[in-house]
C-alpha cells in the first residue's frame, strides 16, 4: 500500500458539485488522492467523476432509468444506496481507497450511512451532513466508528462559514487515513458492554489475564450507543467471544428510556453463533437522560445525577422480574454456545 491515501469522496455531484469538488481539491492539496463517485439521479455533474451514476445504479443491477421510473425519490435513493454501497466496499478490498467522506442532506446521508456500513472499522469514514446528531438519525444505522460532523450553513452552494467546515472535514478523513492503526487481524477480539470501573470492578480483573490468553478486549459503554456499536461489530463476525456482563441497556428499553441499544440488543452474537459469557450485571438500574424531564410515572422515585447527561434510579422488585425473564430469553435464541454466571454474593 503506497504513501499516497486514497480517499472516495461520495455525494450528488449535479447538485453540489461546487461544494464536493471543493473538498476534493483540498485533499489533494493536501497531498492525498481521490476518487469522486456521483450518486446524482436526475442531473448530470458538469464534469465527469470517477464513478458515475450509471455505474452505481448498475452495481444495484438496476439502471438510472429504473430509478427515474419508479417516481418514487426514496426508492430511488435506495438503489443508489445500495449500488454506492456496493462499490464502496469494493473500492477498499482490491486497496483502492484508504478512507470515505460523504457529503449531503437528508438524502445524502441516508445513503452515506449505507456507504459507511460497508467499511471494515479502521477505514476512517467521515459524514457531513446537515442532519448531524439530529433525531432523524436512528442510532443502530450508525457504524461503529463511524465521523459525522454538522454542516452548518451547507445547504446550497459555497460559502465561508461551509468551507470552514469543509477543509477540516477534508483534513480530518485525510490524516485520518494517514494516522490510523489497523486492528489485527489475526488478533482474536473480546466485545465487552460495562460501565466505569467505579460500577463494576470485573472488567479490571478480566483485562490483563485475557490479554496474557493472546486476546484483545473491547470494552463498550453500556450507555445505549455502545451497544449498538457493539451489536453492529457482532454483526460482522467481528468478536471471538462476547461477554454480556451488563444488561442495563435492555432494562432501560423495557421501561422507555432514551438511554437504550435499539430492540436488537443481545441478539447478533447469538444469530452468529458467536459465544457468550453473560452475567446480570446493573440488573438493577434504570437510566435517564438527565437534561430532559424524567417521565410522570418515574417521577416518585429517587434519582442520582450522575453528571448533566445521565442520572440513574432503582428499578423495582417487579421490573428487575421481568428483565430476568428478558434477557435469558434472547439468550436462548443462541446458535451458538452460552453460559450465564449467577453471582452468589
Given at each position: ?71 418514487d425519490e426514496n426508492h430511488a435513493m435506495q438503489i443508489m444506496a445500495q449500488g454506492a454501497a456496493r462499490l464502496t466496499a469494493n473500492l477498499h478490498a482490491s486497496g483502492k481507497i484508504h478512507g470515505m467522506l460523504a457529503l449531503g442532506g437528508t438524502m445524502g446521508t441516508d445513503l452515506a450511512l449505507d456507504c459507511a456500513r460497508a467499511l471494515p472499522i479502521g477505514v476512517p469514514k467521515y459524514v457531513v451532513s446537515t442532519v448531524a446528531f439530529s433525531a432523524l ?209
Amino acid at each position: 500500500m503506497s504513501d499516497a491515501k486514497t480517499i472516495l469522496v461520495i455525494g450528488t455531484y449535479d447538485t453540489k458539485d461546487a461544494e464536493l469538488n471543493f473538498v476534493c481539491d483540498r485533499i489533494r492539496e493536501l497531498g492525498g488522492s481521490v476518487i469522486a463517485m456521483d450518486v446524482s439521479v436526475l442531473g448530470d455533474p458538469d464534469a465527469p467523476t470517477d464513478v458515475s451514476k450509471h455505474q452505481v445504479a448498475e452495481a444495484a443491477g438496476k439502471t438510472i432509468q429504473d430509478a427515474i421510473d419508479s417516481g418514487d425519490e426514496n426508492h430511488a435513493m435506495q438503489i443508489m444506496a445500495q449500488g454506492a454501497a456496493r462499490l464502496t466496499a469494493n473500492l477498499h478490498a482490491s486497496g483502492k481507497i484508504h478512507g470515505m467522506l460523504a457529503l449531503g442532506g437528508t438524502m445524502g446521508t441516508d445513503l452515506a450511512l449505507d456507504c459507511a456500513r460497508a467499511l471494515p472499522i479502521g477505514v476512517p469514514k467521515y459524514v457531513v451532513s446537515t442532519v448531524a446528531f439530529s433525531a432523524l438519525i436512528p442510532p443502530e444505522r450508525l457504524s461503529a466508528d463511524i465521523q459525522m460532523i454538522l454542516w452548518a450553513g451547507g445547504l446550497y452552494g459555497l460559502n465561508e462559514i461551509c468551507m470552514a467546515t469543509l477543509s477540516q472535514a477534508a483534513g480530518a478523513v485525510w490524516g485520518a487515513a494517514q494516522a490510523v492503526v489497523a486492528p489485527d487481524p489475526d488478533r482474536p477480539v473480546i466485545g465487552m458492554v460495562s460501565f466505569g470501573s467505579s460500577a463494576l470492578q470485573y472488567m479490571v480483573h478480566l483485562r490483563q489475564p485475557l490479554i496474557d490468553r493472546g486476546f484483545s478486549l473491547a470494552v463498550f459503554h453500556g450507555t445505549g450507543m455502545g451497544g449498538m456499536a457493539m451489536e453492529s461489530l457482532a454483526e460482522q463476525g467481528y468478536f471471538a467471544c462476547v461477554l454480556e456482563l451488563a444488561v442495563a441497556e435492555i432494562g432501560n428499553l423495557m421501561v422507555g428510556s432514551i438511554v437504550n441499544a435499539g430492540a436488537h440488543r443481545m441478539t447478533a452474537a447469538g444469530r452468529r453463533g458467536t459465544p457468550i459469557i453473560a452475567a446480570p450485571g446493573f440488573g438493577d438500574m434504570i437510566d435517564f437522560a438527565a437534561w430532559q424531564p424524567v417521565p410522570e410515572r418515574f417521577r416518585d422515585r429517587q434519582f442520582h445525577a450522575h453528571n448533566r447527561l445521565i442520572a440513574s434510579a432503582a428499578l423495582t422488585a417487579e421490573e428487575r422480574c421481568d428483565l430476568s425473564r428478558v434477557v435469558p430469553g434472547r439468550l436462548k435464541k443462541s446458535n451458538g454456545p452460552v453460559r450465564f454466571v449467577l453471582p452468589t454474593r
